[in-house]
């Protein structure tokens, strides 16, 4: 979609907004004219609080562009000369998340929106492309979460990731398995035991705030390419759609580039471990014992519990080599987190980062992916509690979103640390309104604009 600033469409379908108090709804879609010069009337309920006012308004924007395509209108024109910038841009997110559809491998490809003009007085051309650069981010992780293992596995995401990096003119270092091997990361080579396709450890490094002066924060994402449950397998019912559990790896290297594209002054970094899970001749089982990067020894009880696996050693990895001033982790983790919150947001724990998390919640709130903090008190640690190795890769039923925070918890040691379970937002089996269907690239928006008010000045 081609989006323009102030350069008015005569055939365009027209869309007013209209952000009043006193609506009955939350917000209600009005249309008028003929489906040839259509017009849209946008009402919205401007008592909300800002962060859901902005939803309301990307809910409104979703159902309209649902209308939109029903009578194929090519070209959308948003009249907002006096709304506030915010407001404006949250309208447009939502035509945007509406308008994308997954349609690499379709015959015919559906229709969709090919230009969006907006006019407004307060919204400038570098704000605009600032919010294009973070929203070209947001597509591509969609487009790679989407993507079946069989053209995305562990080797070629990393070449893709190496590709980007080297147009951006980006750190990248890519770890074969020899030199994962060398490193001896335990954890990854165990899950990718399973696997005909070579594990690949991905480190991206963007350095906006000067000359490595600042200890960096430390994006870490699972990059599970596809989970099987290895000889745990799972049933068929949770087998769909294991595509997406490389997600927390896909949204942590967008979050990257699109600091880079924005030159955000901030110091990042990503450690992306990167590997399949299947249930192999050669497959890693419970009751074996792997041996982490940091040398921690793990009893496995579930080889569904995989991620945490890789997971701890990137985590315990970027803590040793980069003593980051914040390490946060993004995955699609745990069952539980759906389980315990459903798929209207962030499952979330901390370790020596209440600053952060604090921040980091507030940012959540305005964008509106939220974060809901479970506890993290000592007594869980016992859930993990081995007989026979320093500790378990799973406890039990009860309580697993915090159990799986307390064993990657172990290998940040001091560093403030910062677990995001987004099993239940990164990627939606039926249309779930503004992100629609497929994933849904949920976390980038939220850690970007963390990222932008915590940065250098």
Same mark, same amino acid.
């Given at each position: 979609?081609?989006?323009?600033?102030?350069?008015?469409?005569?055939?365009?379908?027209?869309?007013?907004?209209?952000?009043?108090?006193?609506?009955?709804?939350?917000?209600?879609?009005?249309?008028?004219?003929?489906?040839?010069?259509?017009?849209?009337?946008?009402?919205?309920?401007?008592?909300?609080?800002?962060?859901?006012?902005?939803?309301?308004?990307?809910?409104?924007?979703?159902?309209?562009? !649902?209308? +939109?395509?029903?009578?194929?209108?090519?070209?959308?024109?948003?009249? +907002?000369?006096?709304?506030?910038?915010?407001?404006?841009?949250?309208?447009?997110?939502?035509?945007?998340?509406?308008?994308?559809?997954?349609?690499?491998?379709?015959?015919?490809?559906?229709?969709?929106?090919?230009?969006?003009?907006? !006019?407004?007085?307060?919204? #400038?051309?570098?704000? $605009?492309?600032?919010?294009?650069?973070?929203?070209?981010? &947001?597509?591509?992780?969609?487009?790679?979460?989407?993507?079946? =293992? +069989?053209?995305?596995?562990?080797?070629?995401?990393?070449?893709?990731?190496?590709?980007?990096?080297?147009?951006?003119?980006?750190?990248?270092?890519?770890?074969?398995?020899?030199?994962?091997?060398?490193?001896?990361?335990?954890?990854?080579?165990?899950? #990718?035991?399973?696997?005909?396709?070579?594990?690949? $450890?991905?480190?991206?490094?963007?350095?906006?705030?000067? #000359?490595?002066?600042?200890?960096?924060?430390?994006?870490?994402?699972?990059? =599970?390419?596809?989970?099987?449950? /290895?000889?745990?397998?799972?049933p068929d019912d949770y087998m769909q759609e294991m595509?997406?559990?490389? +997600?927390?790896?896909?949204?942590?290297?967008?979050?990257?580039?699109?600091?880079?594209?924005?030159?955000?002054?901030v110091h990042l970094v990503a450690v992306l471990p990167?590997?399949?899970?299947?249930?192999?001749?050669?497959?890693?089982?419970?009751?074996? @014992?792997?041996?982490?990067?940091?040398?921690?020894?793990?009893?496995?009880?579930?080889?569904?519990?995989?991620?945490?696996? &890789?997971?701890?050693?990137?985590?315990?990895?970027?803590?040793?080599?980069?003593?980051?001033?914040?390490?946060?982790?993004? %995955?699609?983790?745990?069952?539980?987190? =759906? !389980?315990?919150?459903?798929?209207? *947001?962030? %499952?979330?724990?901390?370790?020596?980062?209440?600053?952060?998390?604090?921040?980091?919640?507030?940012?959540?709130?305005?964008?509106?992916?939220? &974060?809901?903090?479970?506890?993290?008190?000592?007594?869980?640690?016992?859930?993990? !509690?081995?007989?026979?190795?320093?500790?378990? #890769?799973?406890?039990?039923?009860?309580? /697993?979103? @915090?159990?799986?925070?307390?064993?990657?918890?172990?290998?940040?040691?001091?560093?403030?640390?910062?677990?995001?379970? @987004?099993?239940?937002?990164?990627?939606?089996?039926?249309?779930?309104?503004?992100?629609?269907?497929?994933?849904?690239?949920? *976390? @980038?928006?939220?850690?970007?604009?963390?990222?932008?008010?915590?940065?250098?000045?």
């Amino acid at each position: 979609m081609n989006i323009t600033l102030n350069q008015p469409v005569e055939t365009a379908a027209s869309i007013a907004l209209h952000p009043v108090k006193g609506v009955d709804d939350p917000y209600r879609v009005v249309p008028s004219g003929s489906a040839e010069r259509r017009s849209y009337d946008v009402y919205c309920d401007a008592s909300l609080p800002q962060g859901e006012l902005c939803e309301t308004l990307r809910r409104a924007a979703y159902d309209l562009c !649902r209308q +939109a395509h029903a009578e194929k209108h090519a070209v959308l024109q948003v009249d +907002a000369v006096g709304l506030d910038v915010v407001l404006l841009l949250a309208f447009v997110e939502g035509i945007q998340l509406a308008d994308y559809s997954f349609d690499r491998y379709k015959s015919k490809e559906p229709f969709h929106i090919a230009r969006l003009d907006i !006019r407004s007085r307060k919204l #400038n051309a570098a704000q $605009l492309e600032t919010y294009r650069n973070l929203w070209n981010r &947001i597509f591509w992780c969609r487009e790679w979460v989407n993507l079946p =293992v +069989a053209d995305l596995n562990a080797t070629r995401f990393a070449d893709e990731l190496q590709a980007v990096a080297s147009d951006m003119k980006i750190s990248c270092e890519v770890y074969d398995k020899k030199a994962i091997e060398k490193l001896g990361m335990g954890g990854l080579l165990g899950v #990718n035991r399973g696997s005909v396709d070579e594990p690949r $450890l991905v480190v991206l490094e963007y350095d906006g705030a000067g #000359n490595n002066r600042t200890k960096p924060v430390v994006l870490v994402g699972k990059g =599970v390419m596809y989970d099987t449950g /290895g000889l745990n397998i799972k049933p068929d019912d949770y087998m769909q759609e294991m595509k997406s559990d490389m +997600a927390g790896a896909a949204t942590m290297a967008s979050v990257l580039f699109a600091a880079a594209d924005n030159r955000l002054p901030v110091h990042l970094v990503a450690v992306l471990p990167l590997t399949d899970n299947r249930p192999g001749f050669n497959a890693y089982a419970a009751d074996d @014992i792997l041996t982490m990067y940091d040398g921690t020894t793990v009893e496995i009880i579930n080889t569904d519990a995989e991620g945490r696996l &890789i997971l701890a050693d990137a985590i315990a990895y970027a803590v040793q080599r980069f003593q980051p001033s914040l390490l946060i982790d993004a %995955a699609t983790l745990t069952g539980a987190a =759906v !389980r315990a919150i459903s798929t209207f *947001g962030i %499952a979330a724990v901390q370790q020596f980062a209440e600053g952060p998390m604090a921040t980091l919640k507030t940012v959540g709130e305005a964008v509106h992916q939220r &974060i809901a903090e479970l506890p993290f008190w000592k007594e869980y640690d016992e859930l993990l !509690r081995s007989d026979v190795a320093d500790l378990k #890769n799973c406890g039990p039923a009860q309580a /697993g979103t @915090i159990t799986a925070g307390k064993f990657l918890a172990r290998f940040a040691g001091q560093t403030p640390y910062i677990h995001l379970d @987004i099993a239940g937002v990164a990627y939606f089996g039926k249309p779930q309104s503004p992100y629609g269907f497929g994933a849904s690239g949920y *976390g @980038i928006r939220l850690l970007y604009d963390y990222l932008q008010s915590t940065a250098v000045k």
